[in-house]
């Protein structure tokens, strides 16, 4: 079974400037996870969707992150414009159905920002 | 809301030895827990996982950890460190409404030869 892949996996921009992150999960998983792993933390959930649903977005900076998943299955996180504190390792988890015990969230290798 | 907090963000053991890593968690529904691992450069793999069946959950890798309530506690552990452990650990609580996970802060493990 192929895992949740990403792309790119590293990527350097300039403050100001516009990026975007995608990840495909694992077949057949209906949830999908963005989180934000800033260097010597724990990772931050960004945004949580369900097929091609938002179901949590409390923690996304929606003044410059947006992230989409239009036909339920591939999706993409940009930022624009970049700051220099968004600097970190980007995430992708996917999940199966929740109610029956799809509890577990499987992870991409990530995405590593630099903004200069 | 959830939280966890992992004890010691750096742990030294020589190889050979136990291997024990703290996690303590607020909660106020009862909680799932999980145990990940993050080699360098790569993404986090699950160890194990509490879902409210037995205690003591053992995972990969010989890791196990025991859920005590009373303590509010989910430490990690291996009775011998191998080299090949060396990485970063994540504790996490899930919020049971609608699977979002809270991190710890993360504890790297290094194995001493």
């Known amino acids: 079974e192929a895992g949740v892949a990403q792309s790119p996996r590293y990527k350097i921009i300039e403050k100001r400037q516009s990026v975007a992150f995608w990840c495909n999960p694992i077949?057949?998983?209906?949830?999908l996870y963005w989180y934000q792993q800033i260097l010597g933390q724990g990772p931050k959930l960004l945004i949580q969707?369900?097929?091609?649903?938002?179901?949590?977005d409390s923690q996304l900076p929606k003044d410059r992150f947006s992230a989409e998943r239009l036909k339920g299955v591939d999706s993409t996180l940009k930022i624009q414009p970049a700051k220099l504190e968004d600097s970190a390792v980007y995430l992708c988890?996917?999940?199966?159905?929740?109610?029956?015990?799809?509890?577990?969230?499987?992870f991409g290798p990530g995405t590593r920002l630099l903004v200069l | 809301a959830q939280s966890v907090t992992q004890l010691g963000s750096h742990v030294s053991v020589s190889e050979g030895a136990l291997v024990l890593l703290r996690c303590n968690y607020s909660?106020?529904?009862?909680?799932?827990l999980f145990w990940y691992v993050q080699y360098p450069n790569q993404g986090l793999q699950l160890l194990l996982k509490?879902?409210?069946?037995?205690?003591l959950v053992k995972g990969i890798n010989g890791f196990e950890a025991e859920f005590k309530k009373s303590e509010t506690s989910f430490h990690l552990t291996k009775p011998s460190a191998h080299m090949r452990d060396a990485a970063e650990y994540f504790c996490?609580?899930?919020?049971?409404?609608?699977?979002?996970?809270?991190f710890g802060g993360g504890t790297r493990l290094m194995v001493k030869p």
């Open positions: 969707f369900q097929n091609n649903g938002v179901v949590d």
């Open positions: 996490a609580v899930r919020n049971n409404a609608g699977n979002m996970l809270t």
């Open positions: 909660s106020s529904v009862p909680p799932y």
């Open positions: 077949s057949g998983h209906a949830t």
């Open positions: 509490y879902t409210s069946a037995a205690t």
């Open positions: 988890a996917s999940s199966s159905n929740i109610l029956a015990g799809g509890e577990t969230q499987y």
